[in-house]
């Protein structure tokens, strides 16, 4: 402690559990906007990575909303947020978005876009897998021409909407923090813009990471054309990124209101290293330039020239790196705002548990968490290429399969 | 029965001033019933007309006036609230508390409030080199535009219709929203109940026509409790005669904690 | 290859319905699930459950308010009012008496005759606003009850000029290591009686003229040597001589 505080603000509110939140829903939205990419923009290179990346956002989104529960003094009475939601509040909000965004967007895409296979897996299986796969469909096991078109066109619009849907969810954390006007270094217009662009950089870092590490693990060889073109979108992302979260920094130092001095003392002080260090140095700006040089990503080819397996192995550093900047966001706007007091004359500390509920462990089990759902997941829901059940030709004239699955 | 055979643990606790108070006690009781009655009618400084039974909020709205040149700094109502409200002694929070400003003749700003100002305040360090030295008494300024009302998710805190913000105990999920949100560090987290807790202006006794217990205790009247919108109450007239400021009004929050003589490094 | 298709031929693809089932049963559980969940007084008085103002006010009251107070203790009452504790509450001393008014006979609030209790108001300090009593309690009668000279109930107001310092603790600290300790208050100020009881309201005088600073400070004063002199009719002067310099701590030449 130093200088003044209020004396009520000699415990910190939000921990580390609050600084997962905003990290994991960043990571979803991120993937989404990944996803929807080969979908809507029609960028075919990155298309092995769709349907990973829209069950790393699944995988994720089941966990976001852990940490907040775990947070509250009174977990049990979490669903009064949907009895009683006040519409002035921004948190109660969230209920409704997460809700929106995992039934209406996120599941809809998924079984809109593995409808067919679902069918065709629980034609050829047996046991408890074919029975999962079954219930999946629904029942709808209709795979006339109509009906798969009818996938398509559905998938499609759903990506559609579900691209502002994946902006609001994430903006509407960074609103959580930017509408605080009582606290100046969350208070910001600039919040959510800033939140919606890192999201976009951690998930597309986090699906390249997968996307690598899942070949490697399969034996299979990762489609160099595909990374190449993840990479430089990284890198694309991290430019707009970088440049409002400059924007911000210059705008608040240039304006110079009445809280600039205590938080350069907190930025000198308190956050040197998370701030200075692991978000801009080692997070943003050392990421930034080996994937600026070595993807291909300011012209068709890269700017130095590096075997593929040099090339792979700085895509997958820079993508760690780039996680571990993002987290530093996190925490640098979670605990940060509250590492000062509104008084504007002191500093507090955070002290970070080992143990409890809200401790480091707590925090490493949350992220850990949706991995172990994503490998549920896929081993359900295969996402690679060779996957995909064939449409068996009988099929396309015959028209619609109904009722019961029928035996092979 | 002889004083001298009078247990001897009631005679320590026993002073002469009670023993005169007994004695005044029938005396006033027997010959002087009718004024005691008219001076129970006379309303004193600080307190309101009893509203007894039906207590009508619409017809109230509350706010406090707090004079900083008053203050004396004893900590009393911190003490006072802490007992009131059951406020938990460790670890510390506080509805209220009071804060020292010393600022140094090179223009240098010292604040503390140890323990809220509970215990009083330690000696000053460096007295010479005082330009000026207050003390100012913080608590919820019950605002008309609560940001932590606002906030809350699920519609555990809000305002009534006599002006008072107040935190539903069977309600709060425990989010901490509100704590961020407001300005002012007016709330805490109560550590048993893990739901959001303030200053509920006491609201209990207000509906009783009894002054917050902080006022009650105040020795110099630096706390004036009461009405806003009726011209006879000793709130009306401290607004009268003094020019008041509310803490951080750039926020818009439109604070009910109206400040006479208030510095402008208070914040 | 005639199968039961009940959408064959219709627009409806079979996806429909099903999706349009799931998430019925889910909105309209979460319709009944608001129904029965949602408090009874919510949203009877605004956005919050009515009921919670009865819990809020069934909170048990540790003061009982100095109004109970009077009812049995009139004398004594009568008697603080009358004096400089006035505006000090019955429970600001006593502690919280809730109790003792339910049950007087058993229940006795406590009696503090302690000196750190009457310091807690009354010792030194530079925080305090000017006019306040305060003590240095090293130099105050030391080890002695304050109630052995002061009735608490109607403390007795010092008598002036010799104890100004009574209430003016600051000035007279500064003025005795300034170059003015040897100056009395009467030099300067004359303080008319009604000063002690009301303070804020009857305020002692201040020099008005140049001239009564003059006295020492002027060119032809007949004061000694060692004293600084300005020239009275050149020095600034639109100013009467304490609206620049403090007369209690003046600066140093």
Redesign the interface.
Known sequence: MQ?????????L??SILVVVYPYVTGLVAGAFILASLERVFNVKEVQPTYRLALLTALAFLLVAPLP?LA?????L??????????R?????M?GFVYAWYL?VVLL?EI??DY?KDLVLWARQEKGLTRWIHYALT?????LSP??LS??ER?GRWITIIGIPSAFLLHGYVGF?FGS????PWWSSVLMPVVFLFSAIVSGIALVLIIYMVSAMLRWKPVDMKCVDKLAAFLFYAMVVDFSLEMLDFIHRLYESEESIEILSQMIESRLFISLIVLQVALGTLLPMITLGLTAPALSKRSAVKLPDELKRLIYLGSAILVQIGIFSIRWNVVIG??LF?????GLTVYKLELFGVEGLLAAAALLILPFVILWVLVKILPPWPEAEAKLPRAEDD??????AVPLR | MNPSERDPAREESTRPTQEVDRREFLKACSLLAPIILGVVRVPLLNAQESEGDDYDPSEHFYAMGIDVDKCIGCGQCVVACGTENDVPDEPYFFNTWVERYLIRTDGEVEVDSPNGGMEGFPPTTAEGDIRRSFFVPKLCNHCANPPCVQVCPVGATFKTEDGVVLVDDEYCIGCRYCIQACPYGARWLDPEKHVAAKCTFCYHRIVEGLVPACVEVCPTGARIFGEVERRATPLARFMRFNEVQVLKPHLNTEPKAYYANLDGEVR | MAKFDPFRGTRVPQQVPRLVAVFAVAIIGLLVARYFLVPDTFGQLGHYRAAALDTIVAHEKKYAGQQACQLCHFQIMQKRLAGNHKGVGCESCHGPAATHVSDPAQIKPSIPSEREFCLRCHEYSPSRPTGFPQIDPVRHNPMSFCSNCHDPHAPEPPVIPGQCSACHGQIARQKAVSHHAGLECTTCHEAPEEHKVTPRLVRPTKPTERSFCGGCHARDADSPPHIPRINLRLHNPRYVCWQCHYPHYPETP
């Open positions: 200088g003044y505080i209020y004396p009520n603000e000699f415990e509110h939000w907040l947070h509250l003094g009174h977990p009475r979490s669903y009064e947020i949907f009895l009683t939601p006040n002035q509040s921004a948190m109660a969230f039934m809809l079984w809109f409808r629904l029942g709808a096991t209709d109509r009906a009818f996938d559905m959580i605080v006007k009582a606290n705002g509250q007091s509104k008084s504007l004359r015959s028209g619609a399969v109904t009722g």
